[in-house]
């Protein structure tokens, strides 16, 4: 069971990996979570497929946040918000995207190691807040709050 962790955890690091290989890029699409949940949903999964849901939420949170006042949208490059694409500025988001992959394994390694022993309640109460914290995100500055 700890295999298949490892391996999903390693298919999504290297399409992150690559994902954020984009050197004037901020975030790829591909970090986007693709389905909201309801709690019904949620209720009629196992703890596995919860954590998993868990840690994709995680992942996308944690990479858009430091972006969240130039862009919501992802894409979106330097240029695009009015910022030279020089040598600094690559090598600047060059580092951050190193570090985020470094932040997001570390993440991962806890989050396999202690959310398990959780209250799947708590889970599921856990990925409906970051779901929501996203769709926040998604909408922007300009949306209803």
């Known amino acids: 069971m700890k295999s298949i962790h490892i391996i999903i955890l390693t298919i999504f690091m290297v399409s992150y990996g690559h994902s954020q290989s984009k050197k004037n890029v901020f975030f790829d699409q591909n970090i986007q979570i ?15 497929a919860l954590i998993r849901l868990y840690k994709e939420r995680i992942y996308e949170i944690t990479t858009i946040l430091p972006y969240l006042a ?25 580092k951050h995207h190193e570090a985020t992959i470094k932040a ?22 856990a ?13 922007g500055a300009g949306g209803n709050f």
Request: charged share 35%.
């Open 127 to 139: 990925v409906l807040y970051f779901e929501e914290i996203i769709k926040k995100i998604r909408i």
């Open 70 to 94: 130039l862009t919501n949208e992802a894409g979106v490059k330097l240029s695009d918000i009015g910022i030279k694409e020089n040598s600094d500025h690559l090598k600047s988001i060059d």
């Open 104 to 125: 997001l394994e570390s993440s991962s390694d806890l989050i396999s190691e202690f959310i398990p022993y959780a209250d799947t309640e708590k889970i599921i109460w």
């Open 34 to 48: 693709s389905k909201f949940h309801t709690i019904d949903e949620l209720e009629n999964l196992k703890k596995g």
